[in-house]
């Protein structure tokens, strides 16, 4: 008998999995026999609920977004039996239920999940925390750290651009040394991205050719920024969040 865990968050991405939670549950149940649902209201509700259950059942679902997925990822890494992670996207940016090619619309995730296509994928670890799809410091730190949760429900994935905007003369630069065998920093940066999956805030500009599989990190350094970089970016590969009807 396989067991599935559902760990959703309610209030990732403008809630737009509420409406579409009870279907995905009855459709994940009548393919799995035990199916159960937990739901968070606050940061580390999901750990908790990894700690209590991940290491009974076949599969984690992460029903959120990015940082419902980051949360679960970090209690999944530390359990000695670790079960197989899902994604249903809910979230803003849903960057690495992008780079394993979910579909954005939730039920069509659902769907996908039900194939069973499992992957092995590269997790990265900085310090004690894992990560799948980036880690960074700098600039890029400070801009996660201070967009709320009401600029993302009115701006969407436009909503760290803005505040990329409003931050940008506040980066501080600091010192980075970097040995990656052949090629040696030393370095004055104001950020510093580490990544896995090819998305990062909704755009595939950073690392297009990123793979998940190929044992490696992609790394990124940035010296100075300015307008003229930030309008560059925000032009290039913005990803558009699809309707329901249109995925």
Same mark, same amino acid.
Request: charged share 20%; hydrophobic share 40%; glycine share 8%.
């Given at each position: 008998?396989?067991?599935?865990?559902?760990?959703?968050?309610?209030?990732?991405?403008?809630?737009?999995?509420?409406?579409?939670?009870?279907?995905?549950?009855?459709?994940?149940?009548?393919?799995?026999?035990?199916?159960?649902?937990?739901?968070?209201?606050?940061?580390?509700?999901?750990?908790?609920? %990894?700690?209590?259950?991940?290491?009974?059942?076949? @599969?984690?679902?992460?029903?959120? =977004?990015? *940082?419902? !997925?980051? /949360?679960?990822?970090?209690?999944?890494?530390?359990?000695?039996?670790?079960?197989?992670?899902?994604?249903?996207?809910?979230?803003?940016?849903?960057?690495?239920?992008?780079?394993?090619?979910?579909?954005?619309?939730?039920?069509?995730?659902?769907?996908?999940?039900?194939?069973?296509?499992?992957?092995? %994928?590269?997790?990265?670890?900085?310090?004690?925390? @894992?990560?799948?799809?980036?880690? =960074?410091? *700098?600039? !890029?730190? /400070?801009?996660?750290?201070?967009?709320?949760?009401?600029?993302?429900?009115?701006?969407?994935?436009?909503?760290?651009?803005?505040?990329?905007?409003?931050?940008?003369?506040?980066?501080?630069?600091?010192?980075?040394?970097?040995?990656?065998?052949?090629?040696?920093?030393?370095?004055?940066?104001?950020?510093?991205?580490?990544?896995?999956?090819?998305?990062?805030?909704?755009?595939?500009?950073?690392?297009?050719?990123?793979?998940?599989?190929?044992?490696?990190?992609?790394?990124?350094?940035?010296?100075?920024?300015?307008?003229?970089?930030?309008?560059?970016?925000?032009?290039?590969?913005?990803?558009?969040?699809?309707?329901?009807?249109?995925?």
């Amino acid at each position: 008998m396989e067991r599935v865990a559902i760990i959703y968050n309610p209030a990732s991405g403008k809630r737009k999995l509420s409406k579409f939670i009870h279907t995905i549950t009855s459709t994940l149940r009548n393919q799995f026999q035990d199916v159960r649902l937990y739901q968070t209201e606050k940061e580390g509700d999901a750990t908790c609920i %990894v700690n209590q259950v991940g290491s009974s059942v076949d @599969y984690v679902i992460a029903a959120g =977004g990015d *940082g419902t !997925v980051n /949360e679960i990822v970090n209690a999944i890494c530390l359990l000695d039996h670790r079960p197989t992670l899902a994604i249903i996207p809910g979230g803003t940016s849903n960057d690495f239920s992008r780079a394993i090619g979910m579909s954005q619309n939730p039920l069509k995730a659902t769907d996908q999940l039900l194939e069973k296509q499992l992957r092995d %994928v590269d997790v990265g670890k900085a310090d004690d925390s @894992y990560f799948l799809n980036f880690w =960074g410091i *700098g600039l !890029v730190t /400070e801009v996660a750290q201070n967009v709320d949760s009401d600029a993302k429900e009115n701006f969407g994935q436009l909503a760290y651009y803005i505040r990329t905007a409003q931050t940008m003369g506040q980066a501080k630069p600091f010192h980075v040394q970097l040995d990656a065998g052949s090629v040696r920093i030393d370095e004055e940066v104001v950020m510093m991205i580490v990544g896995n999956g090819m998305f990062t805030g909704g755009v595939n500009v950073f690392f297009p050719k990123a793979d998940i599989q190929d044992g490696m990190l992609d790394v990124i350094l940035i010296k100075e920024t300015s307008v003229q970089v930030f309008w560059s970016m925000l032009q290039s590969k913005l990803v558009q969040e699809p309707s329901i009807e249109e995925e």
